[in-house]
Each structure stands twice: as C-alpha cells, then as structure tokens.
C-alpha cells in the first residue's frame, strides 16, 4: 500500500494504535464514500 509521510505519522499516534492495515485496505478497496480534495489527496470513508 502506498502511503505518504503525513499518514505515516499519523498511523504511530496512539489514539491510532488500533487500526489495522486490513481495515484500511479494505476502505481503500471498497469505500462508501470517497472525496478527492482540492490538493488531489483521495479520501475513502467506510
């Protein structure tokens, strides 16, 4: 998976500690809703 340093970061943050790779491939894969942002980031929400 792909990630930038900005999620990099994010992810060694304790109130993230819980999220799982799976979880977030799985979003990745099969979002509900997804937003691309004015600075061309993807948003996927599940």
Excluded: L, S
Excluded at 16 to 41: L, T
């Amino acid at each position: 998976m792909k990630t930038t340093r900005y999620f990099d970061a994010t992810r060694v943050r304790p109130d993230r500690a819980g999220i799982k790779d799976e979880w977030i491939q799985r979003v990745i894969d099969h979002p509900e809703y997804q937003n691309i942002q004015v600075d061309g980031r993807i948003r996927c929400w599940g």
